[in-house]
């Protein structure tokens, strides 16, 4: 497992306030009972721990995050953006 992905995973819990165990890839937020609140603390823990900024609107998502899948790839994404611009 990439280091992303144990972070992105470690953050998702904490901040969901969920088993560790049952962040699974395929695991949708809604499923884990991850409310919009608990979004927004992952959200601000991926941008303070990768130094990135993830566009998000609370009324509208511009990065889809439905599932562990989708917050990995767009930290994955972001991270890689960030690493050819500098």
Do not use: W, Y
């Amino acid at each position: 497992m990439s280091d992303i992905v144990s972070d992105v995973t470690d953050i998702i819990a904490r901040c969901g306030r969920v088993d560790r165990a049952a962040v699974l890839h395929d695991a949708s937020l809604a499923d884990l009972k991850i409310e919009s609140l608990s979004v927004v603390e992952i959200i601000f823990a991926l941008e303070e721990k990768f130094g990135i900024e993830i566009p998000f609107e609370a009324n509208q998502q511009v990065i889809k995050f439905e599932t562990v899948t989708d917050v990995v790839k767009a930290v994955e994404g972001l991270v890689a953006a960030k690493r050819a611009s500098a």
